[in-house]
């Protein structure tokens, strides 16, 4: 209750304020993915072989014979980003929390914003298990994924600063309802077989990790596999929005993004495949795990204007007028 006191002292944010923090939390969770990728490909992934100090009796990089250290410093920069990470955050969580208590409707959005400072100690843990496991090649995998989960969470969590809490309602025919769902299936799918790819590669974070001992070409072409179900699915939702379009209307910001997800699985598509032919070159390997967030983003964007949750409310404090409809 103390607490809550305190939250309620702060100033309301403004419309612009959440978005801006919602924003700030998609990049911050994006960025901490392809920096940890920059650790990976630098071979720096043990330059602070322990965890949370980075040297034992030391919580910052030390002159070592063993380690380098401008791979202590690109670790250790990668763990100080966490906590960028968690200050976005947390503004997050009381941005909403002062939402709520105006408006206590808004239980929702609280949940939504509270998920994002888990998600981040979830990873710190997971990240202290891969240092001490010397990189095992799954536990880097494990250390993605929540970040690729994270990502399209803060992407929900814009969507929610600018709707209502009403229940969802699909602005896109039945029909192609179990077809979107496939789709985010089918990304899942391509994510974490990109991982397993990644567990088989030459990049694993230390010249001398153990890596996943099966053949990379076949790994390569289960992830290609599940790229094209993916562009196969969303081919076949094009279609049938179109037909459709005489009987529901479905707006232009749902096109958009449409196109957008489109637009950023083929080039990320392109970059893949120049990326293995070309011998997975490490600035590559970076700007594939960009080009994986930026898919993320955008089909969680598209998943979010697929459904309406009625006009936000909280725009403003409580007794002013403050409902609006969410672009």
């Not at 609280?110 to 990189?135: E, F, N, S």
Request: glycine share 8%; hydrophobic share 55%.
């Amino acid at each position: 209750m103390q607490l809550s006191s305190l939250v309620g002292r702060l100033p309301y944010p403004s419309q612009s304020l959440q978005r801006g923090l919602a924003i700030a939390a998609i990049v911050t969770q994006a960025g901490i993915g392809v920096t940890g990728s920059i650790v990976r490909v630098t071979g720096s992934g043990l330059g602070c072989p322990t965890w949370p100090q980075c040297f034992p009796g030391s919580m910052v990089p030390v002159e070592h014979p063993e380690y380098a250290t401008l791979n202590q410093w690109i670790e250790y920069g990668n763990r100080l980003l966490t906590i960028v990470v968690v200050f976005v955050a947390a503004l997050a969580v009381l941005a909403a929390w002062r939402v709520y208590l105006d408006h206590p409707s808004r239980k929702r959005l609280v949940r939504l914003a509270w998920v994002l400072p888990a998600g981040v100690v979830a990873q710190a843990v997971i990240g202290g298990i891969t240092v001490l496991a010397d990189l095992l090649w799954w536990t880097v995998a494990l250390h993605f994924l929540p970040s690729t989960v994270l990502v399209w969470m803060a992407v929900v969590l814009l969507r929610a600063f600018n709707e209502g809490d009403e229940p969802p309602r699909w602005r896109i025919p039945r029909a192609s309802r179990p077809v979107f769902s496939a789709l985010v299936v089918a990304l899942a799918g391509l994510i974490m077989a990109g991982t397993v790819v990644t567990g088989a590669g030459p990049h694993g974070g230390d010249p001398d990790v153990e890596r996943f001992d099966a053949p990379i070409e076949t790994l390569a072409e289960i992830h290609v596999g599940f790229l094209v179900a993916f562009l196969a699915l969303l081919a076949v939702l094009g279609v049938q929005w179109y037909r459709a379009r005489a009987e529901k209307a479905l707006g232009k910001a749902l096109w958009t993004r449409y196109a957008a997800v489109w637009a950023v699985s083929l080039a990320q598509g392109l970059l893949g495949s120049i990326q293995y032919r070309l011998g997975i070159p490490e600035a590559l390997v970076s700007l594939h795990v960009l080009g994986s967030m930026l898919v993320i983003i955008a089909t969680a964007a598209l998943w979010c204007a697929a459904r309406d949750r009625g006009p936000v409310v909280s725009a403003a404090p409580a007794g002013e007028s403050a409902t609006v409809h969410a672009a």
